[in-house]
């Protein structure tokens, strides 16, 4: 498939273009709303979910959907739809945006969401890191691809699914937004370097097969495909931990300058209280 046939036979399905196309008005609309109020909100954020929402619309309503029958590309539609998509949408924090740009209504709806139980096993790390390690293998070690291939509503539910499993897992790793409970950061980059063995496993898994997973998949597009979902999964994962570890620097970074100014400002009253004592001490003595 060459990078032409990706945009010249683009499928544009409704239902995911609408989506994309509602969220990333929502988003861009929501970043203007502060701006009026006279807030800025980081451009970063504004062009990470840009892009995450650019690799959802290459897999989802590009050329790349209309030959997703061809393990290869299934695997490249997979890699963006449920790893690179996902730890964008994360690090551009959508819910803290919300949460400012909203009515105070809309506010408490998304907090009463948050810390309700099921916002709580949403964003439990041991859920999300089981629910995404579940998703991946159900559907390459179960008949759930293969029907996929046969049944359009089965596909576009199995692609919903992988996005969701994805945006969790990812939601308290990167940890920007509001969490009911948040992870340390050194229990943070242990929850991703466990995770990084999924697609290492799957990958080598795939590579390996020595029988069809669905009647017109052959073995070569599937080793190449496992492959692919091998070397992307720790890729991402490597770089994800270390976005963390950068994170757990400049935390302790603004830590120690929040110190130095407390010890600035203790040490100031301090001088001050003594300056005051002294002055005391003098005029007692003069009178």
């Known amino acids: 498939m060459t990078p032409a046939e990706v945009v010249t036979q683009a499928t544009f399905d409704p239902i995911p273009t609408v989506v994309i196309a509602l969220t990333l008005g929502w988003y861009l609309w929501s970043v203007r709303r502060l701006a009026r109020r006279g807030r800025r909100w980081p451009l970063g954020r504004t062009v990470a979910f840009v892009l995450g929402e650019l690799f959802l619309a290459v897999g989802l309503i590009s050329g790349m959907d ?18 690179l998509a996902p730890v964008l949408f994360a690090f551009s924090a959508p819910i803290t945006l919300a949460l400012q740009a909203s009515h105070r209504s809309v506010q408490t709806a998304i907090l009463k969401v948050l810390h309700s139980p099921v916002g709580r096993i949403a964003s439990n790390p041991i859920f999300t890191w089981a629910f995404y390690g579940a998703s991946i293998f159900g559907l390459y070690f179960t008949s759930l691809y293969a029907i ?4 359009q509503t089965v596909h576009d539910l199995v692609h919903l699914h992988l996005i969701v499993a994805g945006c969790l897992f990812w939601w308290p790793a990167v940890a920007v937004d509001p969490l009911p409970k948040r992870m340390s950061y050194g229990v943070r980059i242990a929850y991703l370097m466990l995770a990084m063995p999924f ?4 990958g080598m898994a795939l590579d390996s097969q020595t029988t069809r997973i669905a009647p017109t998949t052959t073995l070569g597009d599937l080793h190449a495909g496992g492959g692919l979902m091998w070397i992307a999964g720790e890729a991402l994962g490597l770089i994800g931990t270390i976005a963390v570890f950068l994170q757990w620097l400049r935390a302790d970074e603004r830590a120690a300058r929040r110190n130095d100014r407390t010890s600035e400002e203790v040490a100031a009253l301090q001088l001050a209280h003594w300056r ?3 002055e005391a001490a003098a005029r007692a003595v003069s009178s």
Request: hydrophobic share 45%; aromatic share 6%; charged share 15%.
């Open 66 to 83: 209309a030959h997703d029958g061809i393990f290869e590309i299934h695997t490249i539609q997979h890699i963006f739809i449920s790893m």
């Open 199 to 202: 697609h290492t496993i799957l």
């Open 148 to 151: 996929t291939l046969r049944n």
């Open 276 to 278: 005051a004592t002294r």
